[in-house]
């Protein structure tokens, strides 16, 4: 079957501007992750939702910062007022949900360059 | 805080011999750990995974070895093929959390 699925793959904005990246994740799971990585760190997380709802927005950076699930499916990751520091790549991933060691399956990430 | 380390950033070995890729973490309240691989222009893929009540886990090339004393795990390829180059990253979650903690990478090439 399909894998998680980011669009769009790379997305060029200026500093101050509004941007949206989506995730599609694997059909019937139920959990979905964002986390970001920038030049030679490791991802790190920022949400996490299960079913519709953000079970923890511990890692979200700034109020700049919101992503939501509507139809517990398709998520959409927003940046308000973009600064360059927000220049990263942003992963997605998707799990079944039922358990925390559930494998968590990463869409090929965004990649956002703030100017 | 970087609660997981990865203090190699790059390894370069000969194919068929042994890669050991290394890893270390500072919290405690870790309980399960993974390896994932990645290659360029893709999202990491999943490896090997180890809980804290184990202190080995193989899955064919692959073995994860875990020592919950010394806060230390690390991988082992066993032989190391061309298409094993890629970063592979250290991840680490704390018992009944969903959200993994990454270390920063290590390069691993396999020379011909």
């Known amino acids: 079957g399909a894998g998680v699925s980011q669009t769009p793959s790379n997305k060029v904005t200026e500093k101050g501007k509004y941007v949206e990246l989506r995730c599609d994740p694997i059909?019937?799971?139920?959990?979905l992750y964002w986390y970001r990585q920038s030049l030679g760190q490791g991802p790190e997380f920022l949400i996490y939702?299960?079913?519709?709802?953000?079970?923890?927005d511990s890692g979200l950076p700034n109020d700049r910062f919101f992503a939501v699930r509507p139809e517990g499916s398709v998520s959409t990751l927003k940046i308000q007022r973009t600064e360059r520091g927000d220049s990263a790549v942003y992963l997605c991933?998707?799990?079944?949900?039922?358990?925390?060691?559930?494998?968590?399956?990463f869409g090929p990430g965004t990649r956002l360059t703030v100017l | 805080d970087q609660q997981v380390k990865q203090n190699s950033p790059s390894l370069s070995v000969q194919e068929g011999r042994i890669s050991i890729l290394n890893c270390d973490y500072t919290n405690s309240m870790f309980d399960y750990f993974l390896w994932y691989k990645k290659y360029p222009a893709e999202g990491p893929t999943f490896l090997i995974s180890?809980?804290?009540?184990?202190d080995k886990n193989e899955d064919g090339r692959f073995t994860v070895f875990l020592n919950k004393s010394a806060k230390h795990l690390s991988l082992h390829i066993v032989p190391s093929q061309p298409g094993d180059s890629a970063v592979y990253f250290c991840?680490?979650?704390?018992?009944?959390?969903?959200?993994?903690?990454f270390g920063a990478g290590t390069t691993v090439t396999v020379r011909a």
């Open positions: 059909s019937g799971h139920t959990a």
């Open positions: 180890i809980s804290s009540i184990k």
């Open positions: 991840a680490a979650s704390e018992l009944n959390d969903y959200k993994l903690s």
């Open positions: 939702f299960q079913g519709t709802g953000a079970a923890d």
């Open positions: 991933a998707s799990s079944a949900g039922l358990l925390g060691t559930d494998t968590q399956y």
